[in-house]
């Protein structure tokens, strides 16, 4: 009993408890927001991103980067766990056992539309494309970036379909800000792996462009993340200054050179804290935005 016990835990700080919301949110949000409705789909969905989803992408992404993550000191707690290879095979199991069922309800659920199935296959490739050998995105330099954003927009993008949301010009424009936000959150958190990286022969965004001009980047993406949103209509528009805490956060870095690209943790840190506060805020303003008709 011991043993599943500790075993739970690992697969459960595998699956980053502290990010479960990131996926879990976006999804329940924009679905629930749209419909109006609490029904299957909706709990399903919102599980499915809760756990499963997250257990999959990141637990996966623990196997496959196994050695590296030795070399790594931020390794072994909330930034990611170092799985021993002895449960390298448990976690891949059970990654795939706790996900299909949700799929499969899931594919049922939206079979009526296609475009939520077609949402969802992308979805999965893209957790899968990241880390899998054979693929490895995660090493290919800005292709990292797009795919990591993937994996949180699409959820978003999902509830959208599943719930057969109408595609105005606000909805667009605040997913591509979105997808520009999750590119930013994750050339910025490349930087801080660029010594262990390089040491294990792994490529990224940050390896690829050095530490100066990846928070460069990261601060630009994060600038126009903010600029698309002042072009959606009011009050959605007020998310623009969603984006203010990250640069706040990411300005002193501006000049961190790659010896120093390890101090950079410290923001990333932060931004765990400043996703719930702006996750929250976010919230009341999607609140607004639904009584307002920009869903509709």
């Known amino acids: 009993m011991t043993g599943i016990l ?17 996926t879990a949110y976006p999804f329940a949000a924009v679905y629930l927001i749209t419909t109006g409705t609490i029904d299957a789909a909706l709990v399903v969905g919102t599980v499915f991103f809760l756990v499963p989803y997250n257990l999959l ?21 909330a930034e990611g766990a170092k799985l021993p290879p002895r449960l390298h ?3 891949l199991v059970a990654a795939a ?17 296609p475009v939520s199935l077609a949402v969802l296959a992308v979805s999965l490739f893209a957790v899968l494309a990241y880390s899998v050998r054979g693929l490895r995105f995660k090493e290919i330099p800005v292709l990292d970036s797009i795919t990591s954003s993937t994996h949180f927009v699409t959820p978003a993008l999902y509830g959208l379909a599943l719930a057969g949301t109408a595609l105005t ?8 800000a979105f997808f520009c936000w999750g590119m930013a959150s994750h050339a910025f958190g490349a930087v801080q792996d660029i010594v262990p990286d390089r040491e294990a022969g792994i490529g990224s965004i940050a390896t690829a462009f050095g530490a100066p001009a990846t928070v460069r980047i990261a601060f630009a993406l994060w600038t126009l993340a903010g600029l698309l949103m002042l072009i959606t209509p009011w009050p959605a528009r ?10 706040a956060s990411v300005a002193p870095y501006l000049g961190v050179d790659d010896a120093r690209s390890g101090s950079s ?7 765990l804290a400043i996703n719930y506060v702006v996750g929250f805020a976010v919230t009341m303003l999607l609140i607004v935005c639904a009584i307002e008709g920009m869903f509709r």
Request: charged share 15%; proline share 6%; net charge positive.
């Open 169 to 176: 010009p606000g909805i667009v424009v605040t997913m591509i």
């Open 57 to 77: 992408m990141y637990g996966v992404n623990d196997v496959f980067d196994y050695e590296s993550d030795l070399a790594n000191p931020r390794k072994g707690g």
């Open 6 to 22: 500790t075993t739970t835990r690992t697969l459960l700080l595998a699956s980053r408890p502290l990010s479960w919301i990131n």
């Open 265 to 271: 943790n410290r923001a990333w840190r932060r931004f």
């Open 97 to 113: 056992a706790v996900s299909a069922p949700f799929v499969v309800a899931l594919v049922v659920l939206g079979a009526h539309r």
């Open 89 to 91: 095979r448990t976690t």
């Open 238 to 247: 007020l998310a623009a200054l969603a984006v203010l805490p990250y640069l």
